[in-house]
């Protein structure tokens, strides 16, 4: 694609880690900022709710994206139900799409920010898809 | 009580957290777009991520399109099942007194909050010049589907803008101060009032 930016990665990310209460950002690292410096695109899930027909709308989203050579992966918070990624509902609308579940991280406010930090951006660094998929899809 | 406050909360469209959902050769960031995230956080909003509904209906390997492609019956009904997916949550958000706006993405086709792009005669075989569009002053489908969709739930129009991503040549710097204005407008506005804005 000529002049495009786009980074052909994603992740899915809870609503607790894009706005975290006040007493929970210093114990995190700021995720969106490690998402926005490793050129991942951001897809929001919900607060804690019943959100079910907007689920169905990410889960739709996702599947796309997945099907077209974009890499996904899925940001839990530790300790959170589910992760904070409404996780018994989102894998099967994803696997109702013919999508395996995405590789998950989950991220600890009980261990050091710093160090969490550089283990998320190890991992999200680490993660696309093979370069057989790549070129088939990103040209 | 923190939870209980009256919060700032900025209804962002979706490509502004994710270039991915671009239309092909329209990414202008890899992912998020720092400086409208960055404008909003240090102004204390919290950011809600709306659904993108050209590419939940048309696929992420779309063609460009206009207005006026996009305005059919199927959309539009297309916009109002994501505008119902979303409303339940930006209603929590107003009845408990949150202060909320809508950051779109002017220039686009759905997204467009003060301009969108329209060319009657596109269609057929997709062999237009660049920048053949025009740009002109009115909401996108989805953002009118969006604004129909609050107002049957009986809630008051949401003070909006849009990011100039779409506009034809991107103009950032320009971009950041006009969104910055309209912020910092509204921080002038609730400071004269001595409140913010009411619950419906």
């Known amino acids: ?38 050129g991942y695109g951001v897809l929001q899930l919900p607060p804690p709710g019943q959100h079910a027909l907007l689920l169905a709308v990410i889960a739709d989203e996702v ?3 997945a099907h077209h050579g974009y890499a996904v992966v899925a940001i839990g ?26 590789p998950r991280f989950s991220l600890r406010p009980d261990v050091d920010a710093a160090a ?12 696309d898809l093979p370069m057989e998929e790549q070129r ?4 | 009580m923190e939870q209980d ?3 700032k909360v900025a209804l962002i469209a979706n490509c502004l957290l994710n270039q991915n ?9 890899r992912g998020v777009v720092s400086p409208v995230v960055e404008a909003l956080r240090s102004r204390g909003y919290r950011l809600q991520q709306l659904p993108c509904p050209e590419l939940a209906f048309a696929g992420v390997r779309r063609w460009w399109a206009v207005y006026e492609q996009y305005d059919t019956p199927v959309y539009r009904a297309h916009c109002r099942r994501l505008a119902q997916a979303i409303a339940p949550l930006i209603e929590q958000y ?4 949150d202060e909320v706006i809508l950051i779109g993405l002017d220039g686009s086709p759905s997204t467009g909050v003060r301009f969108t792009s329209s060319k009657p005669d596109w269609g057929g075989r997709p062999n237009r010049p660049e920048d053949d569009w025009e740009i002109v002053p009115r909401r996108g489908v989805w953002i009118e589907e969006l604004e129909a969709e609050l107002a049957r739930r009986g809630l008051p129009p949401l003070p909006a803008t849009g990011w100039a991503l779409d506009m034809g040549r991107f103009d950032e710097a320009g971009s950041r101060r006009d969104l910055e204005q309209f912020l910092d407008s509204r921080e002038t506005a609730a400071g004269s009032r001595g409140d913010d804005s009411a619950a419906p």
């Open chain 1, 136 to 139: 088939r899809w990103r040209v």
């Open chain 1, 1 to 38: 694609m000529k002049g495009d930016a786009r980074g052909w990665r994603m992740a899915l990310v809870p609503d607790a880690l894009i706005n975290p209460p006040t007493l929970a950002r210093a114990a995190l690292p700021d995720a969106l900022g490690v998402l926005e410096a490793g």
């Open chain 1, 116 to 127: 969490e930090r550089q283990r998320f951006a190890a991992f999200l660094s680490g993660h």
């Open chain 2, 94 to 97: 107003l009845r408990r007194g």
């Open chain 1, 77 to 102: 918070v530790h300790g959170e139900p589910g992760g904070g990624l409404h996780w018994r509902r989102l894998a099967p609308l994803l696997r109702h799409r013919g999508m395996a579940p995405p």
């Open chain 2, 21 to 29: 959902a671009k239309v092909c050769e329209g990414a202008h960031y």
């Open chain 2, 5 to 7: 406050a009256p919060r």
């Open chain 1, 63 to 65: 599947a796309e994206y």
